[in-house]
Structure formats: C-alpha cells, structure tokens
C-alpha cells in the first residue's frame, strides 16, 4: 500500500475561495507528517509538519492542515486562496516518502 | 546560508554518456538523498545516505551510483545515461532518522534532458 496518497492531481479554485487540498497516509507509517511547495522551476520548501501536540498546524502563507488518526488524513487548507499559492503542493510522511503531488490553479 | 546546493541546473546528454550530478550541504546534516520527478509521479526516492560512508537505494536505483565520502557531499553518477533518465533531480538533506520529526531541505534541481 502507498505510504502517501493525494487525492486529486489538480484542483482549480477561484481567487478568494477555499483551498483544500487531501492527503492520506498509511497507518503503519510513524505519524511525522509534512506539507511541501514547490513554486515552478524551484525545490520544495516546507510549508507546516505535524510531529506531536496540537492536532491544528499552522504553515506558512496562512495554510493549515489538520492530522486526524481516526481518518489516516492530513488535508491542506486555507481560507482564501491567492493568485500567488499557484504552486505544486506534497504531502510527505517520515523516511522521505512523498505522494504524487497535487497541482494547485487560482482562477482570478 | 547556503542550504543545499546543486549543479549543474541544466544539463543534455546523450544516449550512452555518463555524467555526476553534485549535491552538496552546509548544515550538518546526517541524512541525504536523491529524487526524480516525473510528472504525476511525484518524487521517487533513487539513492539515499544516513552518514559519511553509508548509502542504500530506494525505490528506483537502477542506472545510478553514489557514494558519501563526506557529510557534505552526496554526488549522483548516472553510469551510462538512456532517454528514460530524463527528468528533473532534487538533492535533499535533513537531520536524518534520528530526529523524524524534522524536515527535509531540498536544492533548486538539475534538469536533465537525455537525448
């Protein structure tokens, strides 16, 4: 089973609308959770992790995610998407496995 | 700062040639490794090392080499390059598996194009 899913390539949203973006991970993998973006023609930086602690992580660029055990997820959010959070976003798990990558478009 | 530095950024080879690809850290950093991305595939882990003198492969090792003769440095040497090689590599470093809850530092990447 893969360590890391994300569901849905690409996601397009307006400017100001909700940004969701899904990632599930395998149980069996320590639950050290991470989100990456990769803005075009760069390297990944880190946008927020989860280790332990408070279950609500806040990242960078007024993004979110929430680690919920009961569901394996870890869903990226914010509020009200920017022109500028045009980018490729991975969700990744301990040992340096990544999923797929979920390209992200905001319509102006 | 530097973080993690790679080169060459682009590079063109032809079917047949060998070529090393630098990577290289300036934190300290136990842990390295070597991804392709490939679009809709993600990064897919080639080579990795969690200390000088130590390296394992990945998930997709097969036509390439490296070594880790310094903390610093974690070359990637693809031996005989073929078209299926084309794609972009990121060079990673981190604290390592000793400190899971941290991550990863990635360079800008090495385009290549094999023709």
């Known amino acids: 089973a893969q360590s890391v899913t994300q569901l849905g390539s690409h996601v397009s949203v307006s400017e100001g609308a909700l940004v969701l973006l899904r990632c599930n991970y395998s149980s069996s993998v320590p639950p050290y959770l991470f989100w990456y973006v990769q803005y075009p023609n760069q390297g990944l930086q880190l946008l927020l992790k989860?280790?332990?602690?408070?279950?609500l992580v806040k990242g960078i660029n007024g993004f979110e995610a929430e680690f919920k055990k009961s569901e394996t997820s870890f869903h990226l959010t914010k509020p009200s998407a920017h022109m500028s959070d045009a980018a490729e976003y991975f969700c990744?798990?301990?040992?340096?496995?990544f999923g797929a990558g979920t390209r992200l478009t905001v319509k102006p | 700062n530097a973080g993690v530095t790679q080169t060459p950024k682009f590079q063109v080879l032809k079917t047949g040639q060998s070529m090393t690809l630098q990577c290289a850290q300036d934190?300290?950093?136990?842990?390295m490794s070597w991804y392709r991305q490939d679009p809709g595939m993600g990064l897919r882990l080639i080579h990795y090392?969690?200390?000088?003198?130590?390296?394992d492969q990945g998930e997709v090792p097969n036509g390439y080499n490296v070594s880790r003769s310094t903390t610093e440095d974690f070359p990637l040497r693809l031996l005989s390059a073929a078209p299926s090689q084309t794609s972009v590599y990121f060079c990673?470093?981190?604290?390592?598996?000793?400190?899971?809850?941290?991550?990863?530092?990635f360079g800008q990447g090495t385009r290549l194009t094999v023709v």
């Open positions: 989860y280790t332990t602690g408070a279950t």
């Open positions: 934190m300290n950093h136990e842990y």
């Open positions: 090392s969690v200390g000088a003198g130590i390296t």
């Open positions: 990673a470093s981190s604290r390592g598996t000793r400190a899971p809850n941290t991550e990863a530092f």
């Open positions: 990744a798990v301990w040992g340096g496995r």
